[in-house]
Structure formats: structure tokens, C-alpha cells
């Protein structure tokens, strides 16, 4: 099994910064692709961004492409998302997600390929 925890919610003005913080335990050993996905109040989860176990593939979301950026340490077996230019519309709590199918340089951008899901952080945006 692996355990996800997410830190480094919280509120920020619009056009501030965040980051967001996901540290694994347990068997990390076997978590390839990694995720940030988020929901708002009243509506889906949706993809924001994925990384490969190797770093060197990553895709966003249109809404947060060139604003936001994944990152991990597998020595830490930590993943980061630096959310710079916020918007209030990307108000919503934010999950991260391991999966453990895959390869070193797999990535994915649908929820139901990743096995492992924090409990989530909010982040508040205020205009």
C-alpha cells in the first residue's frame, strides 16, 4: 500500500503563489505516474497536472498550462506543484495521485488510471 499527504493549501489573493506539496510512504517503490487533480465545490474532479517516475514527461491541463508546474524528488518520494498566477477559478481542494501500472516515463491524465489518492488540501483563491 502506499499513503499520499498533501500540504501547502491555503488562501491566496489572485495573481499569487502557491506550493503544493504531496509526500508517499509505504511501498513507493512501486508508484510510477503521479497526479494533481482538483474539484471544486459543486463540480467534477478534474486532471490539473502528471508527471513520470523519470521527471522528464510531464502534461497540464490547458487551464493551467504556463501557470503551474510539477515537479518530484523520488529521493523525498515527494511531488510539488508550484501554482503561480492564480486565478479564483482555480479555487478547488487539490488531490495528488499515485499510480502504480505503467513505466518509468508513463504519465497519465485520467483519474482512473491511478490507483492512490491523498485525502486532498484547499486552496482558496479570493479576487
Known amino acids: 500500500q502506499v499513503q499520499l499527504g498533501e500540504s501547502g493549501g491555503g488562501l491566496v489573493q489572485a495573481g499569487g503563489s502557491l506550493r503544493l506539496s504531496c509526500a508517499a510512504s509505504?511501498?513507493?517503490?512501486?508508484?510510477?505516474?503521479m497526479g494533481w487533480f482538483r474539484q471544486a465545490a459543486g463540480k467534477e474532479r478534474e486532471f490539473v497536472a502528471t508527471?513520470?517516475?523519470?521527471?522528464?514527461?510531464?502534461g497540464y491541463a490547458d487551464s493551467v498550462k504556463g501557470r503551474f508546474t510539477i515537479s518530484r524528488d523520488n529521493a523525498m518520494n515527494t511531488v510539488y506543484l508550484q501554482m503561480n498566477s492564480l486565478k479564483p477559478e482555480d479555487t478547488a481542494v487539490y488531490y495528488c495521485?499515485?499510480?502504480?501500472?505503467?513505466?518509468?516515463?508513463?504519465?497519465?491524465?485520467?483519474?482512473?488510471?491511478?490507483?492512490?489518492w491523498g485525502q486532498g488540501t484547499q486552496v482558496t483563491v479570493s479576487s
Open positions: 509505504g511501498r513507493t517503490f512501486s508508484i510510477n505516474a
Open positions: 508527471i513520470s517516475r523519470s521527471g522528464a514527461r510531464t
Open positions: 495521485a499515485a499510480d502504480r501500472a505503467g513505466s518509468y516515463s508513463s504519465y497519465s491524465y485520467s483519474s482512473y488510471d491511478y490507483d492512490y
